[in-house]
């Protein structure tokens, strides 16, 4: 069956512009999680959805990061006035069972420059 | 909250040798544990978890992994390597305690197999 998908999967940007990355994931997968993974890092954690509610936004690092979640489905992470530090790989993963263990199911990323 | 190290950034070994691919984490309480790995321009994908039970995982392609409770360790086996396993291992604990379960991960390691 069709894994997660995320698009684009290249995005080039100015500073300053605002930039949206989508997510579909896994259909059924109730849990959708956002991460970002800069050169050499490990994965950081942005947010997380239950369904289309988002019950833990704390890895958000600023306020000029939003993510939403229509339909138990497509998720958007919507980046404002993007600045250089933003430039990483922004990873999607989706879960069948919120709330627990489960295996997270990643798609390929966006890869975010900044110039 | 949970920190995940893995000591070594790059591992090169050549074909057919083993490896161990080494993970550690700060807290000793209930925890759930994962090997993910991403293959050039893929996604992560699970290679094995530990919830419960024996303390021995075996995962996909060959690769093992032991978890060490008095030791917070779970490193990652396979006694004879592929070309093919050249690619990024991420080890991510989630806390057992009823939380939230996200996961943290570590840095990587870049498994480097050498004809």
């Known amino acids: 069956g069709a894994g997660v998908s995320q698009s684009p999967s290249n995005k080039v940007t100015e500073k300053g512009k605002d930039v949206e990355l989508r997510c579909d994931p896994i259909?059924?997968?109730?849990?959708l999680y956002w991460y970002r993974q800069r050169l050499g890092q490990g994965l950081e954690f942005l947010i997380y959805?239950?369904?289309?509610?988002?019950?833990?936004k704390s890895g958000l690092p600023s306020d000029r990061f939003s993510a939403e979640r229509t339909g138990e489905s497509v998720s958007t992470l919507t980046i404002q006035r993007t600045q250089q530090e933003d430039s990483a790989v922004y990873l999607c993963a989706s879960s069948f069972a919120p709330g627990g263990p489960d295996t997270q199911y990643f798609g390929p990323g966006t890869r975010l420059t900044v110039l | 909250a949970q920190s995940v190290t893995q000591l070594d950034s790059q591992v090169p070994v050549f074909e057919e040798a083993p490896v161990e691919l080494r993970c550690n984490y700060s807290s000793s309480v209930s925890v759930y544990l994962f090997w993910y790995v991403q293959y050039p321009n893929q996604g992560l994908q699970l290679l094995l978890k530990?919830?419960?039970?024996?303390?021995l995982v075996k995962g996909i392609n060959g690769f093992e992994a032991e978890f060490n409770k008095s030791q917070t360790s779970f490193h990652l086996r396979k006694p004879s390597v592929h070309i093919s396993d050249t690619a990024e291992y991420f080890c991510?604990?989630?806390?057992?305690?009823?939380?939230?379960?996200?996961?943290?991960f570590g840095r990587g390691t870049s498994l480097i197999v050498h004809p």
């Open positions: 530990y919830l419960s039970g024996s303390t």
């Open positions: 259909s059924g997968h109730t849990a």
């Open positions: 959805f239950q369904g289309n509610s988002a019950p833990d």
């Open positions: 991510a604990v989630s806390d057992g305690g009823g939380g939230s379960y996200i996961p943290t």
